[in-house]
């Protein structure tokens, strides 16, 4: 099949890693957290602030902010634009992910 | 389609006061029509934070007219539906020094006065009300009947009780007058309303209007911007700002002012407002009152120094010379009302407009002397005396003084 990668003879490899949920995903370089994820055959990485309901990447492209996820410890990043970096600690987001601040 | 049947009044103005105005008329038993030339709370009210504001009002006529909407937007709570997100929730001014904190208390004291609940707060019990607010303040006071709504909601939702004939989308471009000079309708491009009464409620831009309809109303336009943080649990339980933001308010500067009011809502986003500047209605965005906003609501609420802002909108609110609305019949013309020129009070006050509006449009008993929302009161020289007094026009109320 012709696909991308086989058109330019691309053999990528894992360079790095990232940890979710205390899992350790293996990183090609420039891919995103999102991509990462969907790899690693994850498909969900948040729940909704309503009722709890699994979301993950939809749009794919920055747009809908459905694919959000806590990285590093702050919440609310967009999966699909920030890059994967060496040793990043990435987390499901419950609701706001700011259940730490509620009084 | 082309109505035959001709409303009791055409109200201008598809913003909270003008949907405020519509439902108070239709519980007196009037049919309305609204007119705007865009889409309910297109303007000001879609551009608001819906406070309901008690606290930062003083003693006078503002004051007596936002106690009455207070106890309004009560009764109107139980009746519109739940998305109005109606919240009793309190607002908190605090004060960063004892000088602050003497003024006030002053303040305050006039408040109590004219029948505001203004409860002191100390130092050491502020935290009790709202733990993430930062160390080291005065003290201050905690008003239970300040409350919020979501402000478009609101008006959506008041249009539709009143069960008004709306015409969105379409500018009125004359206000019709007989030959004696009264009012006798409004035509916009599709159509000619005709009414013995025509309530102008088109807020920042009820100057022109006014002027469609051979009068005059200073309203001049006051921008603000708001600030919306990310979805966060309840990290504000009320309404909280620095106590000079009282001080922006009164004041009549053109220049950049800002004080943080600092709130949270049902959906989960902090509301950080609010910037007053007279610059025309220029629609620009300021990154230096964006940046003044987010700086003084993290002195507040220093928990809120890392959380993300979404995005900032503004409005423009229409401001008068003397602070106050215009509301009530305007002598010079018979037939035409105003409702107009809230400033940045508009959401809180609607209630209490409309039904000062829907008795004049009755001839009944005012809940509120109106002299002194009179919309002639800029008028250089005395209002003329009246030559005409159609059947049709509403009764001029002589004006009293205020309590």
């Not at chain 2, 406070?51 to 106690?67: F, H, I, R, T, Y």
């Not at chain 2, 607002?91 to 203004?118: I, N, S």
């Not at chain 2, 309840?234 to 800002?258: F, N, T």
Request: glycine content about 12%; overall charge neutral.
């Amino acid at each position: 099949m012709r696909s991308p990668r086989s058109l330019v003879g691309g053999a990528p490899a894992a360079e790095h890693t990232v940890r979710f949920d205390g899992r350790e995903l293996p990183v090609q370089p420039g891919q995103s957290i999102a991509a990462v994820l969907w790899a690693a055959g994850i498909l969900a990485w948040r729940t909704t602030r309503g009722t709890g309901a699994p979301r993950g990447a939809f749009c794919g492209i920055g747009a809908c902010y459905d694919c959000l996820v806590t990285v590093n410890g702050r919440p609310n990043q967009r999966a699909c634009l920030v890059p994967a970096r060496p040793g990043d600690d990435v987390t499901t987001q419950e609701g706001t992910g700011h259940a730490d601040l509620a009084v | 389609m082309l109505k035959r049947h001709s409303p009791d009044a055409v109200i201008i103005g598809a913003g909270v006061v003008g949907a405020a105005c519509a439902y108070y008329a239709a519980r007196a038993g009037l049919s309305v029509a609204v007119v705007d030339r865009g889409p309910v709370a297109g303007g000001t009210t879609g551009a608001g934070e819906g406070n309901l504001l008690v606290s930062d009002k003083e003693a006078g006529p503002e004051l007596a007219l936002a106690l009455l909407s207070a106890g309004l937007w009560r009764e109107l709570a139980a009746v519109l539906p739940a998305p109005v997100e109606y919240e009793a929730k309190g607002g908190l001014v605090v004060a960063p020094d004892e000088r602050a904190l003497t003024a006030l208390r002053a303040f305050a004291e006039g408040q109590r006065a004219a029948g505001v609940t203004a409860v002191d707060v100390d130092a050491g019990a502020l935290h009790e009300l709202e733990p993430h607010l930062a160390p080291g303040l005065a003290g201050g006071f905690h008003y239970p009947q300040d409350a919020q709504v979501q402000p478009a909601q609101a008006a959506a939702r008041l249009l539709a009780a009143s069960g008004a004939e709306l015409h969105l989308g379409e500018e009125v471009t004359a206000v019709l007058r007989d030959a004696s000079g009264a009012v006798r309708g409004v035509r916009t491009a599709r159509r000619e309303l005709a009414a013995p009464a025509v309530v102008n409620a088109a807020g920042t831009w009820g100057g022109r209007v006014a002027y469609l309809a051979g009068a005059a109303l200073p309203v001049l336009p006051r921008r603000g911007f708001v600030l919306v943080t990310e979805p966060l649990p309840r990290v504000v339980r009320h309404k909280v700002y620095a106590a000079d933001y009282i001080a922006d308010v009164a004041s009549g500067s053109a220049a950049l002012q800002s004080s943080a009011v600092v709130e949270g809502t049902p959906a989960g986003p902090v509301l950080i407002g609010a910037t007053r500047e007279r610059v025309g209605f220029d629609r620009a965005l300021s990154t230096e009152a964006l940046r003044r906003l987010a700086v003084q609501a993290a002195a507040l609420f220093p928990v809120l120094a890392d959380v993300r802002v979404l995005r900032a909108y503004h409005g423009f609110r229409p401001y008068l010379p003397d602070h106050l609305p215009a509301i009530g019949p305007d002598p010079r013309v018979p037939g035409l009302l105003h409702a107009c020129g809230h400033e940045g009070a508009g959401i809180g006050l609607a209630p209490g407009t409309g039904a000062l509006i829907a008795a004049a449009l009755t001839g009944t008993e005012p809940p509120l002397p109106w002299g002194p929302f009179r919309p002639d009161r800029f008028d250089q020289a005395p209002p003329p005396q009246q030559p005409h007094q159609p059947a049709s026009a509403p009764p001029p109320h002589p004006p009293r003084r205020t309590p």
